[in-house]
């Protein structure tokens, strides 16, 4: 019976240890080294984590990363953390990074995240038109040092040696050294295939994201806060991407986008935007052909109210010389500027890819005295600096009183000022403007649809319509196929 007590008694402290050994054994692969490690081997990084922490008694059981750093790879990769200086200033700093578990995997001895969620993210990116995202390539596998080539001869093809005699030793040349050192060359490491993603949700909280391209002219930056990023639905599977290769997101933001463009002539700094954003849309996260992790999206973006896009160029400063063609008509819209303030919200249907971003659908914005619709396959490459902007400008009452004023003043009739009025002007009666713009954001080339219809009235035309108002109107008339509105 003392038998069977201390056998019973035996099994008892088996059945309370065993969590806990497997709670240690669980540990020793969530530890700082070992995910470091892990993350050194599969990334081109240097990376740092503060302290770790498992819970297994909880539900669903957690992970805990504290102080998360990821920073170019350098000769300190490898090493033990306690052996490696302090990561400095590093692009990639995250304070928490908190996981849910699938408790039946650790059960099987697998550590399976079924929600991620960030909090306390710092990221600095570089655009370069050359080398693209320097954050891109932190993620991307790891460049290894390839020695030198030893080619491995058969036994029996090894040259037999020959018998010398001392005397004959002494008389043999040394034979020279090598003339240069041999060339080691950096490849990438074979990088192993993704698995099929199991986490059902990604949050980062309060985000902060800087974006940096000095390379081009317009010395483009922007400066991303309070980013709230929600991805669900995830459903990304490398061996069937065609089928499943999908992420849904839904976000908020405050952008404010700063850079050079040319005012009259000289280089300044301007705002290109500053908005408080909010929208959803669908990720395709991978690659097909590499399977390398290059996000494509399709969102919908609401801009908000109070929001400012552009305005820190003027149709004056855009146009130039063409601008003051119209003064000729009393005309005068080089004061007008692109953009401004929004006096309500503004959607936008955009897509994302390889660091360009294009309309889907023209986006209206309205501003209190214009409106201006951007049109559908506008884009802009803020990497490479280039833009192709189709944009309507629509001129409210101000503007078009303004304009009725400047052409009143050129000595016409009332009525012909208005026909003249309407060749320029809408279905509902505002005078509008087409305007593209190309080039660089720095410095863009615009093309004008409004200049060349005034043209159209000059040689003489405007003082047909000053002397003679009978034939003004059939003039009028016959001028209105080509002024078609869109």
């Known amino acids: 019976m003392k038998l069977v007590l201390k056998i019973l008694g035996v099994l008892v402290l088996l059945a309370i240890a065993t969590p806990f050994v497997f709670a240690m054994w669980l540990q020793s692969y969530v530890s700082p080294e070992y995910l470091v490690k892990m993350t050194e081997q599969n990334c081109n990084c240097r990376a740092h984590l503060d302290s770790s922490s498992l819970s297994l008694f909880s539900w669903p059981p957690t992970l805990r990363l504290n102080g998360i750093k990821i920073a170019p790879r350098d000769e300190h990769v490898g090493k033990a953390l306690s ?39 710092e990221l600095r990116e570089t655009l370069d038109p050359q080398t693209g995202s320097s954050l891109e390539k932190l993620f991307q596998p790891p460049i290894v040092a390839a020695g030198p080539v030893v080619a491995e001869v058969p036994s029996n093809e090894l040259p037999k040696a020959v018998p010398v005699t001392p ?18 060359a950096e490849v ?85 935007a500053d908005v408080s954003l909010h929208g959803e849309g669908d990720v395709t996260p991978l690659e097909p052909q590499t399977l390398l992790w290059k996000p494509a999206a399709l969102l919908t973006l609401v801009f908000e109210a109070g929001s400012t896009i552009g305005g820190h ?25 692109l953009g401004g303030t929004l006096a309500e919200e503004a959607r936008a249907s955009v897509s ?11 986006a209206r914005m309205v501003l209190p005295d214009f409106a201006f619709t951007i049109g559908q396959g506008a884009w802009i490459n803020t990497v490479k ?3 192709m902007m189709p944009l309507r400008l629509v001129f409210g009452p101000t503007v ?44 863009p080339e615009p093309q ?21 108002p009978q034939e003004a109107k059939e003039l009028l008339n016959g001028l209105k196929s080509l002024f078609k509105k869109k």
């Not at 099987?108 to 993210?121: C, M």
């Open 448 to 468: 004008h649809e409004l200049v060349n219809k005034i043209k159209n009235l000059g040689g003489g035309a405007l003082e047909t319509l000053i002397s003679n």
């Open 313 to 337: 160029m003027t149709l004056g400063d855009a146009a130039g010389n063409e601008m003051t063609k119209l003064l000729d008509h009393g005309i005068d819209l080089r004061p007008v500027r």
């Open 385 to 387: 600096d280039q833009q």
């Open 167 to 184: 005397a004959e030793a002494a008389q043999v040349p040394p034979l020279p050294g090598p003339t240069a050192e041999p060339v080691i």
């Open 83 to 121: 052996e490696r200086p302090p990561l400095v200033d590093a692009p990639v700093q995250i304070e928490l990074a908190y996981a849910e578990l699938l408790s039946d995997d650790i059960l099987q001895r697998r550590i399976t995240p079924n929600l991620v969620r960030f909090a306390g993210i």
């Open 352 to 362: 994302y890819d390889r660091e360009t971003l294009s309309f889907r659908e023209p």
């Open 188 to 272: 990438p490491a074979p990088a192993e295939k993704p698995e099929r993603i199991p986490l059902r949700e990604i949050r980062l909280e309060k985000a902060h994201i800087h974006i940096t391209n000095k390379a081009v002219s317009s010395q483009f930056e922007a400066d991303i806060r309070d980013l709230d990023l929600v991805l669900d639905q995830i459903d990304v599977d490398p061996d069937d991407l065609e089928r499943h290769n999908h992420i849904h997101a839904t976000l908020k933001a405050k952008v404010q986008a700063n850079g050079l463009a040319e005012i009259g002539g000289v280089m300044k700094p301007v705002q290109f």
């Open 400 to 443: 078009r009183e303004a304009i009725v004023q400047g052409i009143n003043n050129k000595g016409l009739p009332d009525f012909l000022t208005r026909g003249i009025l309407s060749l320029i002007s809408d279905a509902q009666g505002n005078p509008y403007i087409d305007i593209t713009l190309t080039g660089s954001l720095s410095k």
